[in-house]
């Protein structure tokens, strides 16, 4: 094969000191048969070849937030095959956030990898599938992470090698319980047993039932996401020194995200830090965050990919945020990726897998409610068979 670690660092930047100055500067199943796009001639130099197709992925339970409840979540498979060695990525989709299947694949069928000499220039490949098309960002995570697959297989490495994280420092993840019944909620906590840090989903009526039920089985800490559900800024602040009071330690979007002002007052009086979820999209929103939020929740669906969510870590702790590393329901494919960036987080939320009943792939683990990272190359996945 015509790759080496030297070709790697010459032609990507996969650090961010650019990006993160950039942004400073400017504020911006079954399934059908796979799409590919066209195969090399025999005899010519390597290409890559990116391949596609739809996947619908079952959760185990009903799972209800503020604004909406579902059952499945779809998602799109990506593979990007480079001189016979393939990377695997996903684009995750839960619908309230506006993309689909159609939509997905849609935006996958423009894009044309045969054109560059190989995956190691990293960021201008990924510098062009992000200028394609607005919006899209599942469908361009889907890229990103086959193709940081596919470099960290080349290279026999991890991604947290690559980064220089070590994999050790790994944090706990929490475990999401959505919003219930009390008898269900009592279920899903003691089915939760092995992990050390509980999320409850927020923003109905019932919320202190969420709470009180869930400590009626257990004292472990909870990390609460209202999802943009509350509205009314000082009901809101009793409501965060009430949760303060039964052990919750965070707090995610409590009001929407159009409210930045009454967000930052609210942040300036919670007695735990607020965190940015659907108010902090992408890099160039960080800068804006500040001051509004104490944080940030990074997700590989919003924000493109693993690129990315690198450098907006990068950013976040420059400008003295905290930073929290959250997902969508999704497969393992997705949550492996998202995981190499977790030895640099306050904060990890990356239980998607855990949620459904029909994975297809086998890649981070979670023992004794920690991120285990694998030590394979690339993002650490590989395919189950059936």
């Not at 697959?149 to 420092?169: A, F």
């Not at 000082?234 to 919750?248: C, F, I, K, N, S």
Request: with cysteine; hydrophobic share 40%; charged share 25%.
């Amino acid at each position: 094969m015509s790759h080496n670690r030297r070709d790697f660092l010459k032609h990507s930047s996969v650090l961010a000191g650019s990006a993160v100055a950039a942004a400073l500067a400017t504020a911006p199943s079954a399934a059908a048969a796979p799409t590919a796009a066209p195969v090399r001639r025999r005899g010519a130099a390597p290409r890559m070849t990116l391949r596609f197709r739809p996947y619908t992925i079952q959760l185990r339970h009903v799972f209800t937030i503020a604004t909406s409840s579902r059952t499945t979540t779809p998602v799109v498979l990506t593979e990007i095959e480079y001189d016979g060695v393939t990377g695997y990525g996903e684009a995750s989709m839960p619908p309230y956030l506006g993309e689909s299947h159609e939509s997905a694949l849609a935006f996958l069928k423009q894009v044309d990898l045969s054109r560059y000499e190989s995956p190691f220039g990293l960021e201008a490949i990924l510098h062009d599938i992000d200028a394609l098309a607005p919006g899209n960002p599942a469908a361009k995570a889907s890229v990103d992470i086959a193709l940081h697959d596919l470099v960290g297989r080349l290279l026999r490495q991890p991604w947290y090698n690559i980064w220089g994280y070590d994999p050790q420092k790994t944090p706990y993840t929490s475990f999401t319980i959505g919003i219930d019944t009390q008898d269900v909620v009592r279920q899903k906590t003691q089915e939760a047993a092995e992990y050390k840090v509980l999320k409850v989903k927020l923003g109905r009526d019932t919320d202190k039932m969420m709470v009180e039920t869930i400590r009626t089985v257990t004292d472990k800490p909870i990390t609460a996401d209202v999802n943009q559900g509350w509205t009314d800024r000082a009901a809101a602040l009793d409501m965060l020194h009430w949760l303060h009071e039964r052990g919750v330690v965070m707090v995610e979007q409590p009001l929407p995200k159009e409210r930045v002002d009454d967000l930052a007052w609210l942040t300036a009086r919670s007695p735990v830090p607020i965190i940015g979820d659907e108010g902090v999209q992408r890099l160039a929103d960080i800068p804006k965050a500040k001051g509004v939020y104490s944080g940030i929740n990074i997700k590989l669906m919003k924000c493109t990919g693993m690129r990315e969510a690198h450098q907006m870590i990068v950013l976040a702790r420059a400008l003295g945020m905290k930073v929290m590393l959250g997902c969508m329901t999704e497969t393992s494919c997705g949550i492996s990726a998202a995981s190499h960036l977790s030895p640099m987080v306050d904060w990890a939320d990356l239980d998607g897998a855990l949620l459904i009943s029909n994975d297809v792939y086998d890649g981070t683990q979670v023992v004794d409610g920690k991120v285990t990272l694998r030590n394979r190359p690339g993002i650490g996945v590989r395919k189950l068979k059936g």
